[in-house]
């Protein structure tokens, strides 16, 4: 007779704290060589249709259908990458006009604080050398392990084409193995599992590339109304500088800011460079994220921003740029296995995200229960009587 042994919570809370401490480790350790493979894996899903053009309508071999397609890959970011070249060369050109402007704004603001505050020249530069003692060595650490982190990324970045061939040669090998894995009642369940994997990931990539072009497009044409002389290069940056969450928008700030001195010592300049990100970011956070990339997920923010801080401290900048495919392909997998259900509830998002006013759709962020029936109302909510209410008045 079979006899299932039942453990009590403690030691079920146990094995799963030290399997999740095993794989992040394990991660953590193996983060140069898993790094890439998950990248080609993502980019694989995308390029999928591409394979299959090829091979339905063009007629092309299975193998020279896969060669085309990760060669189509590879020359969009080769060209991406020599027009790129191509503008910083001649934005380095311009490096003595921004360092002879940026000597201008610090007169001025030294000027500045001389007349209203009665500190010399003399005392401020002793203040700020300091008070920079510390913070440029740390910038220093922080700058080398920026340029190493995005050193590794490059490296890593040519294993993703021969990683992304593979994967895309052995697809259906891959999908033998899965189903060799589980019993053929589970074949069905599976197959969902991996079709919901390729719709999510495949819409999240589809909607960060339309938000960089959306970024980069109205970031370049607000540069080119306040006359920025490197529009195009900015505005390019700043869109693709925007795909790492949170820090990637604050380099592309500082950047433009510093290639705005290219073209005048005018504070005006300066201003409006502050001001179209600004614009740029509230429309991005308030109507392209919103309604492009998270409504492809449907992950909250919170389960977001800690997912992204965990993949940071893991792996850097690749792995703030991995954390939501990841969470989004873990939240598949949840929703679809019955004992993990809840926590795919708790990574979802299931709150509305739009709501209408006369007849235009926006983003919807503050709202209340009340005033929208379709929303259940939470089970636990507290319930008082009239002589309750009367015996707690409000404070």
């Not at 500045?112 to 650490?141: C, P, W």
């Not at 074949?187 to 495949?202: G, S």
């Not at 503050?366 to 939470?378: A, C, E, T, V, Y």
Request: net charge neutral; hydrophobic share 50%.
């Amino acid at each position: 007779m079979n006899e299932t042994l039942r453990f009590p919570f403690y030691a079920k809370l146990a094995f799963i704290l030290i399997s999740l401490i095993a794989l992040t480790y394990m991660f953590y350790i193996s983060q140069d060589i898993l790094v890439p493979v998950i990248f080609a894996f993502l980019f694989a899903i995308l390029l999928r249709p591409v394979v299959l053009f090829l091979k339905t309508k063009l007629r092309f071999p299975h193998v020279l259908a896969v060669v085309f397609t990760v060669l189509l890959f590879v020359l969009a970011v080769i060209g991406l990458l020599i027009f790129l070249s191509f503008q910083i060369s001649d934005f380095t050109e311009d490096w003595d006009k921004i360092q002879q402007n940026f000597s201008i704004h610090l007169a001025n603001i030294q000027e500045y604080v001389r007349s209203h505050f009665n500190i010399s020249r003399t005392e401020q530069q002793q203040y700020l050398k300091d008070a920079t003692k510390d913070s440029m060595k740390t910038g220093k650490e922080l700058l080398g392990n920026t340029l190493m982190s995005f050193t590794d990324t490059l490296v890593n970045l040519i294993l993703v084409p021969i990683y992304m061939f593979l994967i895309l040669l052995y697809r259906t090998h891959f999908m033998k193995f899965l189903c060799k894995l589980f019993k053929s009642e589970h074949h069905a369940k599976l197959e969902d599992i991996v079709t919901q994997i390729k719709v999510a990931v495949k819409g999240y990539i589809t909607g960060l590339i339309i938000e960089m072009i959306l970024v980069s497009v109205l970031t370049t044409i607000g540069f080119m109304i306040i006359g920025v002389k490197y529009a195009i290069l900015l505005g390019t940056l700043t869109g693709l500088l925007n795909l790492i969450p949170y820090i990637g928008i604050l380099f592309a700030g500082v950047l433009s800011i510093v290639a705005s001195l290219t073209g005048s010592p005018d504070l005006s300049i300066i201003v409006g460079v502050v001001v179209v990100n600004l614009i740029v970011q509230f429309i991005d956070n308030n109507i392209f994220v919103p309604m492009i990339v998270s409504s492809k997920v449907q992950i909250n923010a919170f389960v977001s921003i800690i997912g992204i801080i965990i993949g940071g401290a893991l792996a850097g900048i690749p792995g703030m740029f991995l954390a939501i495919p990841l969470i989004a392909i873990l939240k598949v997998i949840f929703d679809r296995i019955t004992p993990l259900e809840p926590w795919g509830y708790l990574v979802g998002d299931d709150l509305p995200k739009t709501y209408q006013w006369r007849k235009i759709k926006f983003p919807l962020y503050n709202f209340d229960n009340d005033s929208n029936p379709d929303i259940q109302k939470p089970f636990f909510t507290e319930t008082t009587t009239k002589a309750e209410d009367n015996n707690n008045p409000p404070i």
